[in-house]
Structure formats: C-alpha cells, structure tokens
C-alpha cells in the first residue's frame, strides 16, 4: 500500500459516533422521531447497556452513563460548541418542524462570497449540538492539493472538472 501524505491512514469514512446518555430511551427516541435514525443489532457480548442507530451514511452509538446524575446539561445552544452536522434540503420545513416538536434552535447564517450557508442548531436530550444546514451550497475549495471532496452535486461536478482539466494538462 503506497503511503499518502494527505490520507497517511488510509481512511475510507466515517463510521459513527459514540455518545454517553443519561438514557439510552430517551436518546434512541430522540434519535429516531427528530433525525430519522433507525436502530440496527448491536453485538452481544458488550457487557454495558447501549444502542446503535443508523441514518444518513453514518452510524450512532449510544452508551448508557453509569452515573447519568454526574453528566452536565447544558442549557445555552452555542453554536460554537462540539456539534454534529446534517446536510438538509429544505432549512425553512427543517426549522417549522423543530417548533412543532417543541424543540429550541438558534439560527445561524454564514456569508462567503454571496453565498449564504443557512445553519440550525439545537439539543438532543443530553445537550449534544445538532446541526442541521445548507453546507453544499458553500463549495469545498482546498488550502492544497488537487482533491476536493463534498457530498453535493455542484462540488462532485467540480471535483470531476478539476479532474478532467488535469488529466488533460498531463496529456
């Protein structure tokens, strides 16, 4: 295997992400009726409560808190705290849908270059950030390097054109 520089670990994607609940049902509920998660099987040899979910390309693995009275909550939604990110294409269904469920958000709005880049943020049940956005319409332009690596359309048009013209430069 040759080593890269830019993926010395050689890593194909995101697998999931672990969270520490106070409770798994709360968790897997919020989970499955705000985010569209599904739960999947989960090995039973873990000698610990816990589940796993799966949605959008990733996985979710929720572990039980042996002491949920000593995990924080947090209250205050700030978006610069650790957060997960979802890609919507609707903010305005996404935003009507959170009030309806009851659910505080901030709004947030990013301009680069006239191009605005919607952001919602909120809690789940343990106070981990949620964001829900409309990152693609921001492109994925590299600091280095000649791959560029994005979920939407225009960036994978743009990363198939930058491949074309290299090959074509090379030629």
Same mark, same amino acid.
């Given at each position: 295997?040759?080593?890269?520089?830019?993926?010395?670990?050689?890593?194909?994607?995101?697998?999931?992400?672990?969270?520490?609940?106070?409770?798994?049902?709360?968790?897997?509920?919020?989970?499955?009726?705000?985010?569209?998660?599904?739960?999947?099987?989960?090995?039973?040899?873990?000698?610990?409560?816990?589940?796993?979910?799966?949605?959008?390309?990733?996985?979710?693995?929720?572990?039980?808190?042996?002491?949920?009275?000593?995990?924080?909550?947090?209250?205050?939604?700030?978006?610069?705290?650790?957060? +997960?990110?979802?890609?919507?294409?609707?903010?305005?269904? @996404?935003?009507?849908?959170?009030? /309806? $469920?009851?659910?505080? *958000?901030? =709004?947030?709005?990013?301009?680069?270059?006239?191009?605005?880049?919607?952001?919602?943020?909120?809690?789940?049940?343990?106070?981990?950030? +949620?964001?829900?956005?409309?990152?693609?319409?921001?492109? @994925?332009?590299?600091?280095?390097? /000649? $791959?560029?690596?994005? *979920?939407? =359309?225009?960036?994978?048009?743009?990363?198939?054109?930058?491949?074309?013209?290299?090959?074509?430069?090379?030629?």
């Amino acid at each position: 295997m040759k080593e890269s520089a830019g993926n010395p670990l050689h890593l194909t994607s995101l697998n999931h992400i672990s969270l520490v609940c106070r409770s798994i049902e709360d968790s897997m509920s919020f989970y499955q009726n705000v985010l569209g998660f599904v739960p999947i099987r989960r090995p039973g040899s873990f000698k610990f409560d816990g589940a796993w979910l799966f949605g959008h390309g990733i996985g979710i693995h929720l572990l039980q808190s042996e002491d949920p009275s000593s995990l924080p909550k947090k209250k205050e939604i700030n978006p610069k705290d650790n957060h +997960i990110s979802f890609q919507c294409e609707n903010m305005g269904a @996404v935003e009507k849908k959170l009030k /309806e $469920m009851g659910l505080d *958000c901030v =709004r947030a709005i990013v301009e680069e270059g006239g191009i605005n880049v919607e952001q919602l943020f909120f809690h789940d049940p343990d106070g981990f950030m +949620i964001e829900v956005c409309n990152c693609d319409n921001l492109p @994925v332009i590299p600091l280095a390097g /000649e $791959m560029v690596r994005s *979920c939407s =359309r225009a960036n994978l048009q743009l990363m198939a054109q930058q491949q074309q013209n290299i090959s074509i430069i090379k030629s």
